[in-house]
């Protein structure tokens, strides 16, 4: 049998997949929250991981009843989580050593991040930015996760079907969107949250385990 080829890109979620961000978000939230008098719980999380600080911000002006206004809200996150990001960021387990392989098989990489362009823009300079043909933040496209919105924007600036390509994520809301799209799913969920079941979802407990052939058995076509 031929050997299965890789697929034509891989997408990366950032917080929670690539980095080791997902937690310096929930922090963050946290922390507002107490001072909202709305400990978190996780009953919250579906409204928090894998969120954009906007819809956070919503959140916890809905929770809360503060008298302080979703902007106001979502800016104080934003600072928060950028100061967090700024001096925390690590990568997440087999993370470098997967992109490192996705480039020396000429295989393009794009990151798709529901973070703000700062944000990104923080980790890009620790991980570096070379690994990305595209980088995609929360300001780039109309809608972000779990709308497909970003997914099917870095298959358009790679020129790629998204059913051609795969997406990492690691949270439901993230798993969400990039089914939307119509790509094939590697999950390595970073929290406790349950990803949904999904034919096109494969589950991973790390990225140590991710490599090529796995990654091309994902978009093959049945019977390959």
Same mark, same amino acid.
């Given at each position: 049998?031929?050997?299965?080829?890789?697929?034509?890109?891989?997408?990366?979620?950032?917080?929670?997949?690539?980095?080791?961000?997902?937690?310096?978000?929930?922090?963050?939230?946290?922390?507002?929250?107490?001072?909202?008098?709305?400990?978190?719980?996780?009953?919250?999380?579906?409204?928090?991981?894998?969120?954009?600080?906007?819809?956070?911000?919503?959140?916890?002006?809905?929770?809360?009843?503060?008298?302080?206004?979703?902007?106001?809200? @979502?800016? $104080? /996150? &934003?600072?928060?989580? %950028?100061?967090? =990001? #700024?001096? +925390?960021?690590? *990568?997440?387990?087999? !993370?470098?050593?997967?992109?490192?392989?996705?480039?020396?098989?000429?295989?393009?990489?794009?990151?798709?991040?529901?973070?703000?362009?700062?944000?990104?823009?923080?980790?890009?300079?620790?991980?570096?930015?070379?690994?990305?043909?595209?980088?995609?933040?929360?300001?780039?496209?109309?809608?972000?996760?779990?709308?497909?919105?970003?997914?099917?924007?870095? @298959?358009? $600036? /790679? &020129?790629?079907?998204? %059913?051609?390509? =795969? #997406?990492? +994520?690691?949270? *439901?809301?993230?798993? !969400?969107?990039?089914?939307?799209?119509?790509?094939?799913?590697?999950?390595?969920?970073?929290?406790?949250?349950?990803?949904?079941?999904?034919?096109?979802?494969?589950?991973?407990?790390?990225?140590?385990?991710?490599?090529?052939?796995?990654?091309?058995?994902?978009?093959?076509?049945?019977?390959?």
């Amino acid at each position: 049998m031929p050997e299965t080829p890789p697929p034509a890109a891989v997408l990366f979620d950032m917080d929670g997949t690539l980095v080791d961000t997902e937690q310096l978000w929930w922090q963050a939230a946290a922390e507002l929250a107490d001072e909202l008098h709305h400990p978190l719980t996780d009953t919250d999380a579906p409204e928090v991981l894998g969120r954009a600080i906007e819809h956070t911000a919503a959140h916890l002006h809905r929770v809360s009843g503060t008298s302080l206004t979703e902007a106001e809200l @979502a800016t $104080r /996150l &934003g600072d928060s989580f %950028a100061g967090k =990001v #700024a001096a +925390e960021t690590v *990568p997440r387990p087999g !993370a470098l050593t997967l992109l490192a392989s996705l480039r020396d098989a000429r295989v393009p990489t794009a990151l798709v991040s529901a973070s703000p362009r700062r944000v990104v823009d923080m980790v890009l300079g620790t991980i570096g930015r070379d690994w990305f043909a595209v980088t995609l933040a929360a300001e780039d496209t109309p809608r972000t996760k779990p709308a497909p919105d970003p997914y099917l924007a870095a @298959a358009a $600036r /790679l &020129g790629l079907d998204p %059913a051609s390509c =795969v #997406a990492v +994520e690691d949270t *439901p809301t993230g798993v !969400a969107s990039a089914t939307a799209a119509g790509c094939a799913v590697l999950a390595v969920p970073s929290s406790d949250v349950p990803i949904p079941d999904d034919a096109r979802v494969t589950l991973l407990d790390s990225l140590e385990h991710a490599d090529l052939a796995l990654l091309g058995k994902l978009t093959a076509a049945p019977g390959v």
